[in-house]
């Protein structure tokens, strides 16, 4: 007997929105299989509001709205069972959070739930990331996002310890991250990373996915912490249009690239790793394999 049904996940992250939609596949006997069947990304950057002037603007709300009420006919038109949409750093920061959810849940029928850091990275490692982690090895997986990162040390497969800083792309274009940020971070990551002989990477979000399928390696396979260097600083002798004109990369990421380069190889210094994998996974995914799982609470459609 075969059961195929479609949830769908929406990630409002400070730099883009986005919307996956995964048919669950059930088969007797048989473990269930998640078939992504689409992903829509709209960049709309409400971390460049709240940033600066600490609410999300007008022309960006109207723009959530457009967005919100295209997903929701896109999940209709899929057949969507249930759904859960997540907001991040940037809403959870907006003065006017509350009443952008509050709009968008009586004019779009979207249901947003902020979720802080911690809950983040929990969502986060529900996702398939044991079929990339060897058991007998130490990693910091490192998810960066427009508005914050989220660390986590696994050590045996087990999530030791994780911790989310104020310290994301977007948030870094702005200037708005602050030196004593930066020390905590390098003090957590060092302090828990000593203790165990050697630390590999693991890296998620939309920028070290880009960059991995820009290097041509074979996937499963590490960026080394010399190409990233190398890559970083050639990125850094073409101007913001040449990235876009020359290097073939979207305008909204043209800018982002630098500075989340910046964390994962800083995260890399600190760690002493020299080497991070990329296993393509990110907020999105997770969520819905805890919506399948319940885990986290969902809405149906």
Known sequence: MLSIKKFGAIDIGSNAVRLLITSIIEQENRQVIFKKNALVRVPIRLGADVFVAGGISDSNVSRMKDTMK????????????NYKACATSAM?????????????????????D????????????????????????????????????EFSIIHNSEKIKSKS?????????????????????????????????????????GNINKIFKISGIDYGKPLSYFYLTSYYNDLQDYTYEERITELNLNQDRADVIIPALRIYLLAMKWSGAKDIFVPKIGLSDGIIKSIYYQTISSTPL
């Open 165 to 205: 800083f104020r310290i994301g792309t977007v948030r870094l274009l702005n200037g708005s991250v602050k030196n004593e940020t930066w020390q905590a971070l390098e003090n957590w990551i060092k302090t828990n990373t000593k203790i165990y002989d050697k630390i590999e990477l693991i890296g998620s979000g």
């Open 92 to 112: 959870r920061e907006a003065s006017n959070g509350k009443e952008v959810c509050d709009l968008i849940k009586n004019e779009c029928n979207i249901k947003i």
């Open 114 to 149: 902020v979720i802080d850091g911690e809950e983040e990275a929990t969502i986060i490692a529900a996702t398939n990331l044991h079929r990339f982690i060897n058991p007998n090895k130490t990693y910091l997986y490192v998810d960066v996002g427009g508005g914050s990162t």
């Open 70 to 81: 295209a997903f929701y006919l896109l999940m209709k038109s899929h057949g969507i069972v």
